[in-house]
């Protein structure tokens, strides 16, 4: 391999062997064209290394964790909360306050029903009450989002919000498709009670400023959720440096499995906190009059958890790691630069976020005018490039930036600048079809 | 590529009896929530049951030039057709779409529609084709039309749906 001093994009030898990692991008598709695919926002595919790591679990260790005392109950245990290890030490957390869900969704979902399951008589008996003040929720309280959520970001507070009787606010969004922190101190007041807002924007790759947002919401006493799901995968993150109090990520966007997804919460948040799913696991005594729950995180894992998902996650920590975060983002970020400035040849073509690469990640959403983004995609699709259409779950984004849907390429640490050709030059063939002019 | 034939992007640039009108016995908004694409589409019968004819169908699509295209074509077999008609191409439409290439279609039945026959090798791209045909079938229903004997549109749009 080259040398390379500085955190800077893979030489054309280092993404050869890391795209030999990944047998999927070998395929073609439609009739013989290689496949470019720059969909990994909706979910990443996965090396070698992680498919490896599942099989070894199932072939080797299999057996249902945390029960049962044979040696593969011992052993399968061991991947598991070894699997937790590794992904904690990835985002700089303590092991014990990584929980893991099936998805972000649920991570997210665990978060706002802690709030609506606070409300019950007792719930939160033994809780220092201070404590329990910050799980209290109800009419004259708010909750803020920001435009510019996914759905899963966004539907679970707006539902809380029916249930508690709390108001739902929001942060808007600048033309440029940046947060408008203008009125932050009039959105977050002394009535928020949670904050929750996405580290970077899936459709218009945005960087949100945490800190800003962090020490609003510290200074008014509210919580703060972090949708981290499109920036684990992409950028090196820190739970304590971005001093949020909940952050969710899912698996598959970075490389790992499918069905496994992580919350990470501060721990004393997490102990004063109900259980959302109950059953199995999640217990410490169990009597037909009532049940006393475990400490987290297993009082929110219940029934047997995606063990082989967890150590296939963790392999694909690994993986990232081993290439090193800053190369990722830096690669990343040449990509994002060059399809930008691909794009802005093209004055047919109009990105939906900010045009520059600052604070910017690689998700790549635009629109030609006069082209229905599903039309732009299939153009696309037909010379083998996979991109993703539509309103990518966040319709409120789309409305705000007054688009029904766009057309959205984003990238992965395998991805090339030969690839960000293919898609502009295929690109090109759109105004013909549609008589665009140009 | 196959898909965007001459005549679904005319269509599709100058749709056919696109626009609200008046007057209507039912009007139904359709939206695929995978796009965002919303179909809003009237009805005016003239008479009873399956024999009343389709005096009027108005629409305002948002959408792709599939089913932009598509509702234009919807309006040109329908106006002026008999329910029982109507619902004969709706059929034979929805037939063609869901075979995967294999049935071409016949002109007869559904006029410019055989021109969406490559749309049937692209299965997320179906339910683009048929929002504006759902959309009608629906607006019949509400019509007061009973539609039970032909198979439902509305099963077959969540089998091509993908959800966001």
Known sequence: MTEVTLAGAFTTQESAAIRGDFAILSRSVRGGKPLVYLD????????????????????????????G?????????????????????????????????????????????AFSNAAAAGAMDGVDPALAARFALGVGDEIVITEMEHHANLVPWQELARRSGA??????????????????????????????????????????????IVDRARAVGALTVLDACQSVPHLAVDVVDLGVDFLAFSGHKMLGPMGVG?????????????????????????????TTYAAPPQRFEAGVPMAAQAVGL???????????????????????????????QRPW??????????????????????????????????????????????????????????????????NTLAEVDALLSALDRVPAVFGVAI | MDLYQEIILEHSKRPHHAGLREPFNAQVRHINPTCGDECTLRVQ?????????????????????????????????????????????????????????????????????????????????????????????????????????????TTLASDTMEIS
Not at chain 2, 115 to 130: I, N
């Open chain 1, 69 to 113: 005392a044979h040696q593969l109950a011992e052993e399968a245990t061991d991947a598991f909360e070894s699997a937790r290890e590794t992904i904690a030490r990835f985002i700089g957390a303590p092991t014990r306050e990584v929980v893991f869900t099936k998805n972000a969704t649920e991570a997210l979902n665990l978060v706002a029903y």
């Open chain 2, 45 to 153: 019968l003239r008479g009873e049951g399956r024999s009343a004819v389709v005096a009027d169908l108005s629409y305002d699509a948002i959408g792709c030039a599939i089913s932009t295209a598509s509702a234009s074509v919807l309006a040109d077999e329908v106006i002026g057709h008999s329910v029982e008609e109507a619902l004969t191409s709706f059929e034979a439409m929805r037939r063609m779409l869901t075979s995967k290439g294999a049935d071409t279609g016949d002109e007869e039945e559904i006029g410019d529609g055989v021109a969406f026959a490559g749309v049937s090798k692209y299965p997320a791209r179906v339910k683009c084709a048929l929002l504006g045909w759902a959309a009608f079938k629906d607006a019949l229903a509400q019509a007061g039309i009973d539609i039970s004997a032909t198979t439902t549109s």
């Open chain 1, 262 to 290: 992580v919350l990470w919460g501060r721990y004393d948040l997490l102990a004063a906190m109900p259980p959302f799913l109950t059953g199995g696991s999640m217990i410490e005594d169990v009597r037909l009059e009532g």
């Open chain 1, 167 to 212: 108001t739902l606010r929001w942060i808007g969004l600048t033309d440029e498709g940046r947060l408008d922190l203008g009125d932050l101190d009039t959105v977050i007041t002394d009535r928020t009670k949670i904050v929750a807002f996405t580290h970077v924007s899936n459709v218009l790759g945005t960087i949100n400023p945490v800190a800003a």
């Open chain 1, 40 to 67: 990994s926002g909706a979910t990443s595919h996965k090396p070698r290394q992680v498919l490896d790591a599942e099989r070894a679990f199932y072939e080797q260790h299999n057996s249902a964790v945390h029960r």
């Open chain 1, 349 to 414: 073509v109009r990105v939906i976020g900010p045009v520059d690469g600052q604070n910017r990640s690689g998700a790549v959403a635009f629109v030609v005018d006069g082209v229905h983004p599903h039309d732009v995609g299939q153009i696309l699709d037909d010379a083998g490039i996979a991109v993703r259409v539509g309103h990518h779950c966040a319709s409120p984004l789309h409305r705000r930036m007054n688009v029904t849907a766009t057309t959205r390429a984003s990238f992965a640490a395998y």
């Open chain 1, 314 to 344: 963790a392999a694909a920590c690994d993986y990232l790691t081993a290439l090193g975060m800053p190369r990722v983002t830096a690669h990343e970020h040449a990509l994002t630069e060059a399809l930008l400035a691909g794009l802005a």
